[in-house]
């Protein structure tokens, strides 16, 4: 196993309390890290320090051995644009992924009629299943997942977690955040909880 990302005493305030102090990790392929902790916890501070996307207000040190496919917990989807045009467009430096693909995502999460559908006419719950439909075109091996299953389905959730034990077999590694009990079968899972934010 290769080691992809390697947290070292990562440490963040907000405001002038303390979120977290001193965590230290490393996730090599085939792993899996959830971090779980209570609403205003830090975990998205963390998430996004370690996606790179926060340079200021933290401590510790990173070291990134793989590229990054991160996906928050908003949908970051243009409204104005249809679902086809919104998954083909290029937000994270990998290629744009063919018609045929996006239309094996989007029926993966039962979105194959939407493909022209203009983002804004659909429903928070299918908004989040496009923007989930990113983790079945995405290249990279290591995946960031900001609460992945909020608002979806049973059989989405169920979908999701497939698409992610067969990401960490193939060789992949995945940090998320979720308040859903992760169930991965055959793939190493490590478990960081952070501190209540009061």
């Given at each position: 196993?290769?080691?992809?990302?390697?947290?070292?005493?990562?440490?963040?305030?907000?405001?002038?309390?303390?979120?977290?102090?001193?965590?230290?990790?490393?996730?090599?392929?085939?792993?899996?890290?959830?971090?779980?902790?209570?609403?205003?916890?830090?975990?998205?501070?963390?998430?996004?320090?370690?996606?790179?996307?926060?340079?200021?207000?933290?401590?510790?040190?990173?070291?990134?051995?793989?590229?990054?496919?991160?996906?928050?917990?908003?949908?970051?989807?243009?409204?104005?644009?249809?679902?086809?045009e919104n998954l083909r467009l290029d937000l994270s430096g990998w290629s744009e992924p063919s018609y045929d693909l996006v239309l094996d995502a989007l029926?993966?999460?039962?979105?194959?009629?939407?493909?022209?559908?203009?983002?804004?006419?659909?429903?928070?719950?299918?908004?989040?299943?496009?923007?989930?439909?990113?983790?079945?075109?995405?290249?990279?091996?290591?995946?960031?997942?900001?609460?992945?299953?909020?608002?979806?389905?049973?059989?989405?959730?169920?979908?999701?977690?497939?698409?992610?034990?067969?990401?960490?077999?193939?060789?992949?590694?995945?940090?998320?955040?979720?308040?859903?009990?992760?169930?991965?079968?055959?793939?190493?899972?490590?478990?960081?909880?952070?501190?209540?934010?009061?």
């Open positions: 196993m290769s080691i992809l990302l390697n947290a070292k005493g990562l440490s963040a305030e907000r405001g002038h309390r303390e979120l977290f102090k001193n965590i230290s990790f490393s996730i090599s392929t085939g792993e899996a890290l959830h971090v779980v902790g209570a609403n205003g916890s830090g975990k998205t501070t963390l998430m996004r320090i370690l996606a790179g996307l926060m340079q200021y207000g933290f401590q510790g040190r990173i070291d990134r051995n793989s590229p990054i496919f991160y996906l928050g917990h908003q949908s970051a989807l243009k409204g104005h644009l249809t679902v086809l029926t993966q999460l039962e979105l194959a009629g939407f493909t022209d559908t203009f983002v804004n006419n659909l429903s928070v719950g299918q908004q989040r299943k496009v923007s989930l439909a990113r983790i079945f075109l995405t290249e990279h091996t290591l995946w960031l997942l900001d609460e992945p299953f909020t608002s979806l389905d049973k059989a989405a959730v169920s979908k999701i977690e497939g698409c992610i034990e067969d990401h960490l077999l193939r060789g992949g590694a995945i940090v998320l955040t979720s308040h859903h009990d992760i169930k991965l079968s055959s793939t190493k899972l490590k478990i960081i909880e952070l501190g209540s934010f009061e």
